[in-house]
Each structure stands twice: as C-alpha cells, then as structure tokens.
C-alpha cells in the first residue's frame, strides 16, 4: 500500500503514532550496533541452541535458558553467524511480526474499510509501541507470543481452522506459559480439537528426532523440574509482576495452595465470560473478549510475570483505546484505557515511588483494574465489530451499542 493513502485523514496525534514505528526501528538497530548484547535476552537463546549443539544438559536453574528442548533445536541455525548479526535479525523478525498482526487485527475489527488502516495503526502505536518497546529491545518471545495470539483470532475469524491449530500448537511447544490463550481457543472452538493433537505430538518429537529419544526425553524431563523450581521461585519471590505478589508487597502471603485454589476458579470463570461472549455477539467481538481475556489472565496470574511481559496487556490496551475514539467516540472509556495505559508504562518507576524498594506491582493491579472494565462493557453488551463504515463515525446518540 503507498505510503501517502497509509497516512490519509490521520491527524497529528495517530501520525505521531506512526512514527514511533520508525523510531523504534531506528533506535533498535543503533543500540545493536553500538551497544551488541547489551539489554538483551537473545544470549540465553544462543545458549540453549548452544547445549543442544553439544548434547549437554540444556538448564542449569530458573535462570538461563528457560525453553523447551524444541526451542533450543530450532535456535540451533543462528550458531553459525555472528552474535551481533543474531540480535539484529532475531529483533527485526519480532518487530515486523508485531506490526504485521496489528495490521491484521485492525483490518479484523474494522472490515478493512479504505483509507482506515493509518488511522487505526496510528491511534493504537501510540500505546502499543511504547508499552512494547522494551519488549522489542531486549529482544523477548513474549512479543512473539502476543504476535501469535493476535493472528490466531483473526485465523479463527477466517475460519483458516489450519493455519490456526499449526500456530497454537508450535507455540505451545515452544512457550507453555501460552497455555492460557491455548486452552481456552481449543477447548472453546471444536474444529481445533482435532487439528491441534497430532500437531502437537509432531512438534513434541522433534527433539527426539533430530537429537536422538534418550537425549531429547531427558531434556523434557529436565525442563519439568526446572519449569517447577522456575514457578516456586516465582511464588515465593516479590520481584514478579503478578497479582498475588502485590500482596507479597504489602506483607501477607497467600499459600501455594490458596493460589492454586483462586487460579483454576478464576480460570473456569474466564473459559465460561469467553463463552458467553461467543453465545452473545458475532464471532469476531467474542475473539476480541477472549484475547483480551486471556492476556489478562495470563499476565495477572503468571507466577514468572515481569513488567517487560505487559507487551500482551498493551496490545489489548491499544485496541480498546482505538475502539473507544473510533468505533464509539465513547471519551470517558478512552479515558479510563489511557491512563491504564500511562500506568502500565510508568509502573516500575511507580512502584518504587510509591512504595520504596518494590518494582513490579503495579501493573497487576492495572491489569485487574482493566479485566473488571472489560468485563462491565462485555455485560453491557458492547460490541467492537460488525459496525459499518457509515456508523464508525456517525455520531454518538446514532450508534446502536452506546455507553
């Protein structure tokens, strides 16, 4: 598409949205070639692929590599180049995968009208790439992993049931922290139950295949127990991002047991809003309810959760932001997802401002704060798609789903 209709009718503010675009890019590639390996998680990656190329153990704690045994085989082709050229690479392919599925979600959401994609990629950047940003620096796979739930809705709403099932289930082999986006889009779509199975097997065997079934089985066995002590450490510690921390913070603890208790309770609750939405409103604002759901489920309860993590948060931020100035011109909301927004970008520095020597948790609780609005607009019956061109902007008092 040229550049000059990407940039028709948008006003200065989603302009400036799409030049933190160039700007991101810009400041990646300086600080890769300047500062190499600096800020960077993309080490640990090579070192995985590293053990694998020599058949050594591939953890040696909650630090380190932290992957599955598939990770590290398919990181293994980036051993024969340069470490700088790694990084440059590995962060490019992220950040034009990201782009690529906030494209994909907006011509989702708004029909692929013409001449809206700079308004909407312009209105979303503005939230979404700042919040991301450290995500796109550092180089991590949870800027894959929001990129591969964001394409998996709009595969569902495609009905590209294929190409659905072969990303969750790669993804799941690679991250199982994704198991929350993933249960609750194969359990809740019935062409995937049988889809996504064997693609998992087939995955899963990988390892096997090309590192011989005594060596890949032992590196799955050691990935549990690192993955267990990795969970453990993420209870017990103050220094992680997710809810129950916050009250670490504050001076009470909550038992592994009350927390496992609260988890599979607050997950049956979020597989039953998903599916109400599904029952409720056209498929495509269900997807949204479920990506927006799961990304807070995910981050809220994640025991590894770390702010860099709310990438996934932001995306959703950015696209309720969006909606509320394009599809409802609902102020009051976009003013509520803005300053959320402004929260989850600044919670580090509150976090310690407000209570000195913590780090982490604010933006659980931004994250709480964000689910308990999504859940009122969701039994309000706000819908996000399936609006015409006409009543996208159509005043407010002629829109049919109103405050």
């Not at 675009?21 to 070192?47: C, M, Q, R, T």
């Not at 953890?59 to 980036?78: D, K, M, Q, R, V």
Request: glycine content about 6%; aromatic content about 16%; hydrophobic content about 55%.
């Amino acid at each position: 598409m040229h550049f000059n209709n990407i940039l028709k009718n948008t006003t200065a503010f989603e302009k400036l949205g799409l030049f933190l675009w160039l700007l991101a890019f810009v400041l990646i590639f300086a600080k890769v070639v300047l500062e190499p390996g600096i800020h960077s998680v993309v080490d640990n990656y090579l070192l995985g692929g590293q053990r694998w190329a020599d058949r050594v153990t591939l953890y040696s704690g909650p630090g380190g590599f932290i992957y599955t045994p598939l990770f590290a085989l398919l990181f293994t082709p980036f051993l024969h180049i340069s470490e700088a050229m790694t990084d440059l690479i590995w962060r490019l392919f992220i950040i034009i995968l990201y782009l690529y599925a906030l494209t994909c979600l907006i011509n989702m959401v708004n029909n692929r009208s013409p001449g809206t994609l700079g308004k909407w990629l312009g209105m979303m950047s503005i939230i979404a790439v700042p919040i991301a940003f450290s995500g796109f620096r550092n180089g991590q796979v949870n800027v894959i992993l929001t990129s591969v739930m964001v394409l998996v809705i709009c595969q569902i709403a495609e009905k590209r049931w294929n190409s659905a099932a072969l990303l969750l289930a790669l993804v799941m082999s690679l991250k199982p922290t994704f198991i929350v986006f993933f249960l609750l889009t194969t359990t809740l779509f019935r062409p995937l139950w049988f889809r996504v199975p064997p693609l998992m097997l087939l995955f899963l065997s990988l390892p096997m295949l090309f590192g011989g079934w005594q060596y890949g089985w032992q590196q799955y066995i050691n990935f549990v127990d690192m993955a267990q002590s990795a969970m453990y450490h993420g209870v017990h510690s103050k220094n992680f991002a997710c809810l129950f921390n916050v009250f670490q913070v504050f001076g009470l603890f909550i038992s592994d047991h009350w927390q496992y208790l609260i988890k599979v309770i607050l997950a049956g609750i979020t597989w039953l809003l998903c599916w109400f939405a599904i029952r409720q409103f056209d498929i495509k604002t269900a997807l949204i309810y479920l990506l927006t759901l799961a990304s807070c489920y995910h981050l809220m309860f994640n025991p590894r959760s770390v702010n860099t993590d709310y990438i996934i948060l932001g995306t959703v931020l950015a696209l309720w932001f969006t909606c509320a100035n394009h599809l409802w011109q609902n102020k009051y909301l976009a003013l509520g997802v803005g300053l959320i927004s402004l929260c989850v970008l600044e919670a580090f520095d509150l976090s310690r401002w407000l209570v000195p020597g913590s780090t982490s948790w604010v933006n659980p609780l931004m994250a709480l704060t964000f689910t308990i609005m999504v859940v009122w607009q969701l039994f309000n019956k706000r819908q996000l798609v399936g609006w015409t061109e006409q009543s996208v902007y159509a005043p407010q008092g002629n829109t049919q789903h109103g405050e």
